[in-house]
C-alpha cells in the first residue's frame, strides 16, 4: 500500500549533500513509527533513520547518525531526510515509510527496523565518487 509521495532524489558528488522530502496524508503521518528506508541494487531493503510519535529517533549505525538528519514538520504532513557527506555507497532508492509499531530494535548502536506497512514509491539518490 503506497501513501507516501518521496522527492528530493537526484545524482550528486561524493562529499555533496541532499535534502529528501516525503509528504502523505494526516492520519498516515500521525502513525506511531515514521522512517526512511533504503534499497541498492541487488541489496535487502535497509532502515535508515526513523522517529516515533513522541520524538525518539534512531539510525541505522553511527555512520549514518553522524551524517543523516531525520525531521518532519506537523503542519505539512511532511518528513525530511538530510543526507550530508554522501558517500557512492549512499547510492539507493530511498522510501519513507509508517507502522503502528513496534518501529525498531536496536542493540549496541545499530539499529534494525522492522518491516513496515505504508510505503512510498521512492526517489533515487546516486553519489558518484
Known amino acids: 500500500q503506497e501513501q507516501w509521495v518521496e522527492s528530493g532524489g537526484e545524482s550528486v558528488q561524493g562529499g555533496e549533500s541532499l535534502k529528501l522530502s516525503c509528504a502523505t496524508s494526516?492520519?498516515?503521518?500521525?502513525?506511531?513509527?515514521v522512517a526512511w528506508f533504503r534499497q541498492a541494487p541487488g541489496q535487502e531493503r535497509e532502515g535508515v533513520a526513523g522517529?516515533?510519535?513522541?520524538?525518539?529517533?534512531?539510525y541505522k549505525n553511527s555512520s549514518i547518525q553522524d551524517r543523516f538528519r531525520i525531521s518532519r514538520d506537523w503542519a505539512k504532513n511532511t518528513l525530511y531526510l538530510q543526507m550530508n557527506s554522501l558517500k557512492p555507497e549512499d547510492t539507493a532508492m530511498y522510501y519513507c515509510?509508517?507502522?503502528?509499531?513496534?518501529?525498531?530494535?536496536?542493540?549496541?548502536?545499530?539499529?534494525?527496523?522492522?518491516?513496515?506497512?505504508?510505503w512510498g514509491q521512492g526517489t533515487q539518490v546516486t553519489v558518484s565518487s
Open positions: 522517529m516515533n510519535k513522541d520524538g525518539l529517533i534512531r
Open positions: 515509510a509508517s507502522d503502528p509499531g513496534p518501529c525498531w530494535d536496536c542493540k549496541g548502536g545499530n539499529c534494525r527496523f522492522y518491516r513496515y506497512k505504508t
Open positions: 494526516e492520519s498516515t503521518f500521525r502513525q506511531f513509527c
